[in-house]
């Protein structure tokens, strides 16, 4: 069972930290003030803007693939993959290998498919998202598209996918709110009769969960509970013991993640973690959870966080391989099985990443996702007996490599002598020599995430059209360390945003940019730092596209949901106390709404209506009060989104009016 990483690690990272409904009990008014949303006519004004015989269309880089997503079933007698139909929505396909012989599982119709995968040969388990609001609702079907049950029908219920049971394929642990809005609790669920089990009960008075850790048997041995607002306290139960004691507590921003329990180990307690405990890098050690102790070092870089690692089942549960993202990223095969398939990969693929995206259970067969700078994916089949790799499917055939912008990253270092990583994306006429308008694309988070080197669609439609991009992994970008992580906070705004200038500058330096036309863009925190960019240094930037952006910190905390009550300690950490006088008056300094007479450059504002991390009121009060100041803001809303645009037709609709908005002012 595969679902994409991102689905399942959405409740843990403090990134969606974030907004409630407006419009929470009034579902026959549309949220926000409509009247302020930019009419259809003004909007394709921008999109023809978009002048020029271009060799590729924004459709050639984001439509959705005829076909995506391909998985292997258990035995490998299947493959699995979407099919895009002519309204861009994407069904899940059934192949019977042998035969060729394909059916349609699932049909995607109004509400979106977030993730699928296999649970057993015969039945699917997918995630669905109810028009953006993020209460994602977990269901199982049949490969021939019977049974399609509803595992979790609850109304503003978010479920999530805690653990697959190598030993028990008929059940799945879930965790999701449903009893309390404020928190998750895990329960069975059998993924036929949809019988539901509770796990364990949270009592009243008790610290909040944030995380949990059952076994392969699908037995609870761990937890991980935030104390005091700021700390992290894991609880473990020994083999053999009946109670859950304390092995060690921890500030909330520390490392102590359970990769997987030892199951080669004799010793039922031994765990491989993920921890920055007396490291300043994240490093993954054996460590008996009984004795709290390390065992063994098992693997650390001395420049960038170490990430994941992988285990086989079939080999008595050896290490496979490590993954983590340096300026690219990295695998590093450990067992002498995988350096062979790596090896061989290797010869017969240079120059590109791989993404494992699954096996058979008996790991004769791989399913290799391949993709570079250049190349927006394919994938192939590896079959271990012969060594070999074959072409199943090309993501993007019309986007041709030889056509591609080359992303490189880059390193410079801060006024205040940080030691920075980004990428430049350049089009071919700064590789001429010629200086060209430049993007300047700061990720959102701000914690949490960072910018990667791999294909990415929006710094390649931007290069077709003349465009440089610049991504900067400023301070508090994940994957750096502790010292580099702390830095960032209580930095938003601020030096956060210096890192950002910085990177204009090296880039400006080297040649690349015309000072003239600089533009800015960002969706989350990006879009944040997009107003703060007009604001703190008016005269950098012509332009700027808030995507899903924070304008107010204040209305920010004031509208968190519920289920986020227990981090809004942490919260503080990485912005600002509201509560203390002195930060609450450096939010205020830096909060965009406080400062609209300082943008003088025209603003593109772009929202999902349903948006729960930010709401759209965030956007509402930047664009009303600037337009009461005569500047020019275009506003685009999508009441069928939330956080971010998943539907084909908007995501297009936003890019052509995007790039139109900057042909008009870059």
């Not at 645009?645 to 890019?655: G, Q």
Request: net charge neutral; charged share 30%; glycine share 8%.
């Amino acid at each position: 069972m595969k679902l994409k990483k991102e689905i399942i690690l959405l409740p843990v990272l403090l990134t969606l930290v974030t907004m409630t409904l407006s419009t929470r009990g009034q579902s026959n008014k549309l949220p926000g003030n409509p009247a302020l949303v930019s009419s259809a006519k003004d909007l394709q004004k921008l999109i023809d803007a978009d002048i020029g015989n271009h060799k590729y269309q924004v459709e050639d880089y984001f439509e959705n693939p005829n076909s995506s997503d391909f998985q292997l079933s258990p035995s490998g007698r299947y493959l699995s993959f979407k099919e895009r139909d002519n309204q861009g929505r994407n069904n899940v396909m059934i192949k019977e290998v042998a035969t060729g012989y394909i059916t349609r599982a699932i049909e995607e119709k109004q509400d979106v498919i977030i993730g699928y995968g296999w649970a057993t040969d015969e039945r699917l388990l997918y995630l669905m998202d109810r028009s953006g609001s993020e209460n994602y609702h977990l269901y199982a079907i049949n490969r021939d598209g019977s049974n399609d049950k509803d595992l979790t029908p609850y109304a503003g219920v978010k479920a999530l996918i805690l653990e697959r049971l190598p030993g028990q394929k008929e059940s799945i642990i879930v965790k999701m709110n449903k009893d309390n809005r404020e928190y998750s609790e895990p329960y069975k669920i059998n993924i036929n009769s949809g019988e539901t089990l509770k796990l364990y009960n949270v009592g009243a008075g008790e610290d909040r969960i944030d995380s949990y850790n059952f076994d392969k048997d699908g037995e609870l041995k761990g937890f991980m509970t935030i104390h005091n607002g700021k700390e992290m306290q894991y609880f473990y139960k020994p083999k053999g013991k009946t109670g859950y004691r304390l092995v060690n507590t921890m500030n909330w921003n520390d490392k102590f993640t359970i990769l997987s329990f030892n199951y080669a180990s004799k010793n039922p307690d031994d765990a491989y973690i993920l921890t920055n405990k007396d490291s300043e890098k994240a490093q993954i050690v054996l460590y008996d959870l009984r004795r709290d102790k390390v065992l063994k070092k098992i693997f650390s870089d001395k420049d960038y966080d170490v990430a994941k690692m992988t285990l086989s089942v079939k080999r008595k549960w050896e290490i496979d391989y490590l993954e983590y993202d340096g300026d690219k990223h990295i695998i590093k095969p450990v067992s002498r099985f995988f350096k062979t398939i790596y090896k061989n990969l290797q010869t017969q693929l240079p120059g590109y990443q791989f993404e494992f995206v699954g096996n058979t259970d008996d790991e004769k067969q791989y399913l290799v996702k391949v993709t570079s700078d250049r190349q927006y994916g394919r994938f192939y089949r590896y079959d271990t007996e012969t060594g070999k790799a074959t072409l199943m499917h090309d993501l993007m055939p019309q986007l041709k490599e030889e056509d591609m912008a080359v992303m490189q990253p880059i390193t410079f270092t801060s006024r205040d002598g940080l030691r920075l990583h980004g990428y430049i994306t350049l089009p071919k006429e700064a590789l001429k020599g010629g200086k060209v308008p430049m993007i300047v694309n700061p990720h959102g988070g701000p914690q949490g995430v960072r910018d990667s080197w791999g294909f990415n669609p929006e710094a390649q439609l931007f290069a077709s059209r003349g465009y440089a991009t610049l991504q900067i992994n400023f301070r508090i970008s994940d994957g750096y360390g502790t010292a580099f992580y702390k830095a960032g906070f209580k930095q938003a705004g601020r030096k956060i945003m210096d890192d950002l200038e910085d990177g204009v500058q090296y880039a400006i330096s080297k040649g690349w940019a015309d000072p003239a036309r600089v533009g800015i863009y960002g969706g989350s925190h990006g879009g944040y730092a997009t107003l703060m960019g007009l604001i703190k240094t008016p005269d950098l930037y012509k332009a700027g596209v808030d995507y899903v952006g924070i304008s107010n910190i204040y209305t920010f905390f004031e509208r968190a949901p519920e289920y986020w009550k227990p981090l809004m300690e942490m919260l503080k950490d990485v912005w600002y106390d509201l509560d203390d006088v002195k930060e609450a008056e450096i939010a205020k300094d830096v909060s965009p709404i406080f400062h609209t007479e300082k943008i003088k450059v025209p603003l593109f504002v772009v929202q999902g209506g349903n948006d729960p991390r930010v709401n759209i009121l965030e956007s509402d009060q930047i664009v009303d009060a600037l337009r009461k100041r005569n500047v020019e803001v275009p506003y685009m809303v999508r009441y069928d989104e939330g956080h971010g645009f998943i539907r084909e037709e908007n995501k297009i609709a936003f890019y052509k009016a995007m790039i139109g908005f900057f042909r008009q002012h870059l």
